[in-house]
């Protein structure tokens, strides 16, 4: 069974379709400014014309002040001053309140009554409504390192496990209302997806040949992409999942390590015995090559198992293993000799 179908099989969760990232309405923020210091003249010009604020004696300045004014000698205060300084005072608290500046890599969601309004992305000094909630949403390019994750393989075997993810928010809107805390949501999903991921197969292939989490960019490829499907609906974006630590657990390490290295030492003694007999195959058709004489099967059989023992055998051992003819004739003597005795015997 291919255990990328089994993966790739389960559904992610669906979003929202209604609630997607969209412009909110945004004006300049020297507009706002404008309008700022319009309302701020417009009350200083009022209070000195209704004598709240002196005069100044400038050459050219005309002056402002009303009639009643210049005869009191006094300030003398009518309902219109007090209309036209409470509208620019409006004016300049609403321009003052809705000014908004956005550092790069930071983006405002707004909202009012819980109800998403739009983000802002624009750069710089900007004007929105200030009756409306802003939130402050970072959209830049982050990572995070995970603690030591243990979870199992196909086998059964606990590992540990460390990744590094590079990941981003892509959607504010979904980010913000999809979900609770977006943050909380992406280490859970992490480590459900790493959990997942890893029991599709054995972390090391040295017995039975066959894939393995340790083989190529396969695990590191599944994580990515089956991490991805699992926040988009959050508004979130992964670029990458990298296992940082691969490691079997310590109460099962010693052991794993002992058996790795039994079957490399098994892999490597097939190697050598294959390697050998090529050499002690090839050495002898060389030979009846060289002599020009092809050697019966007995002869072939006796001189491959002399090179066998020296390629093989450590040293110091092939002094002692007797010659294949050698046994051969012993063997063969000591038949005669028996013949014989049991002739004297007869």
């Known amino acids: 069974m291919d255990t990328r179908a089994e993966v790739a099989a389960r559904r992610p969760p669906k979003a929202d379709p209604g609630l997607r990232e969209r412009s909110a309405l945004v004006l ?16 200083a010009v009022v209070l000195v014309r209704v004598g709240v604020l002196p005069q100044l004696e400038l050459p050219g300045l005309p002056d ?10 006094a300030a003398a205060v009518t309902d219109w001053a007090l209309a036209a300084v409470t509208g620019a005072a409006l004016v300049a608290l609403v321009a003052l309140a809705g000014l908004l500046a956005n550092s790069g890599g930071d983006t405002r969601v707004l909202s009012r009554w819980g109800r998403y309004q739009g983000t802002v992305r624009r750069t710089g000094l900007s004007w929105v409504n200030p009756l409306l909630r802003r939130r402050r949403v970072d959209v830049r390019l982050r990572h995070w390192r995970s603690e030591p994750v243990q979870v199992t393989d196909r086998t059964g075997t606990p590992i540990v496990v460390r990744l590094l993810v590079v990941w981003r928010i892509r959607d504010t809107a979904r980010a913000v209302f999809g979900v609770r805390d977006h943050e909380v949501y992406l280490r859970e999903q992490i480590h459900a997806v790493l959990t997942r991921v890893a029991s599709t197969l054995p972390c090391d292939s040295n017995a039975a040949p066959g894939p393995a989490l340790r083989d190529g960019q396969w695990f590191a490829d599944e994580l990515s992409r089956s991490l991805a499907a699992e926040v988009l609906p959050a508004g979130l974006e992964v670029y990458s999942a990298q296992p940082l630590a691969l490691e079997y657990a310590p109460e099962v390490a010693e052991s794993m390590r002992r058996r790795r290295l039994a079957d490399l030492d098994a892999g490597l ?24 004489q092809e050697l019966d099967e007995a002869a072939r059989s006796a001189l491959m198992e002399q ?3 020296a390629f093989v055998a450590p040293a110091g051992v092939t002094s ?3 010659a294949p003819a050698a046994r051969s004739v012993s063997r063969s003597g000591g038949s005669r000799n028996g013949a014989g005795k049991e002739g004297n015997r007869a």
């Open 28 to 43: 300049p923020g020297w507009v706002a400014l404008l309008a700022l210091l319009f309302a701020l003249g417009s009350i």
């Open 64 to 73: 402002l002040r009303t009639g009643a004014v210049r005869e009191a000698g």
């Open 269 to 292: 003694r097939t190697v050598l015995v294959d390697d050998a007999v090529e050499a002690a195959a090839l050495a002898v058709r060389r030979l009846e090559r060289a002599t020009a």
């Open 307 to 309: 090179l066998l023992v």
């Open 320 to 322: 002692a293993v007797p």
